[in-house]
């Protein structure tokens, strides 16, 4: 039997030791199941209807998860910030203009991100705990409204 995402969310909490409660399976669940990058007020709208979360909540349970690295947080070109849960390696391309964030999968990314990781590590003396690649530029949709 294949397990239902929401079995997956659980799963994941408590391997990170967290308690497990109806918001935070409601968010990661979201989370999981939605590519889109969302802002807090993209998941309170989506989860609304449900009735069990407030914005607070929200914040804090995306803070927690980001926390123990289950989900990262990305900090728009508009100021905004914008959730991802990190299913597969893959890195981020941000659109300078309008804010549009897409996924990038590129093969062997997950041992170039730990290469790189390690030369940080080496050259800075830092130790590295997590790192995230940010790409920017224009979408298609500006580029042709700059083109006009």
Do not use: W
Not at 32 to 52: D, R
Not at 108 to 134: C, P, V, W, Y
């Amino acid at each position: 039997m294949k397990a239902t995402l929401e079995d997956q969310a659980h799963k994941l909490l408590h391997e990170h030791n967290l308690k497990v409660t109806k918001p935070r399976l409601q968010i990661l669940t979201y989370l999981m199941s939605h590519h889109n990058h969302p802002t807090v007020e993209t998941i309170y709208q989506a989860q609304k209807s449900v009735g069990l979360i407030n914005k607070a909540t929200i914040y804090n349970t995306l803070n927690t998860l980001v926390k123990v690295g289950i989900i990262m947080e990305i900090k728009n070109g508009d100021n905004s910030t914008h959730y991802d849960f990190f299913v597969k390696p893959h890195f981020h391309i941000i659109c300078k203009n309008c804010g549009k964030i897409a996924d990038v999968f590129y093969p062997n990314f997950d041992k170039i991100e730990d290469q790189m990781r390690k030369n940080a590590e080496e050259q800075t003396g830092f130790t590295t705990s997590a790192s995230h690649l940010e790409i920017f530029g224009l979408c298609p949709k500006c580029q042709k409204k700059t083109k006009k």
